[in-house]
Nanobody, 126 residues
Framework: QVQLVESGGGSVQAGGSLRLSCAAS????????MGWFRQAPGKERDTVAA????????YYADSVWGRFTISRDDAKNTVYLQMNSLKPEDTAVYYC???????????????????WGQGTQVTVSS
């Protein structure tokens, strides 16, 4: 089992930055492929970013490309999402997800993940 706890959400003005953290426990994060997803009210859950087990491969949604950065610190069992140049349309609940992987790929679809955090709210005002 893997437990995921997100933190770092909050309210910020457009153009500002936030860094989300996802702390994993139960199993070593070095065996996990990780992803960040978000869901705005009345909308489906969308992929934001994903990172491979090694950290060498990453994926970003077009909407966040160049503004968000996903990274991992296996020594701290933590995955991060650095969010810069935030826009009001980035407002959503952000979720961290994990799955055990053997290879070096990232996984971009939410239905590929087995473990989910409880989510953290990000609100960007104009």
């Amino acid at each position: 089992q893997v437990q995921l706890v997100e933190s770092g959400g909050g309210s910020v003005q457009a153009g500002g930055s936030l860094r989300l953290s996802c702390a994993a426990s139960g199993r070593t994060v070095s065996r996990l492929g990780m992803g960040w997803f978000r869901q705005a009210p009345g909308k489906e859950r969308d992929t934001v970013a994903a990172i491979s087990r090694s950290g060498d491969s990453t994926y970003y949604a077009d909407s966040v490309w160049g503004r968000f950065t996903i990274s991992r610190d296996d020594a701290k069992n933590t995955v991060y999402l650095q969010m810069n140049s935030l826009k009001p349309e980035d407002t959503a609940v952000y979720y961290c997800a994990a799955k055990y992987v053997l290879g070096t790929n990232y996984y971009r679809n939410s239905n590929e993940y087995d473990y989910w955090g409880q989510g953290t709210q990000v609100t960007v005002s104009s």
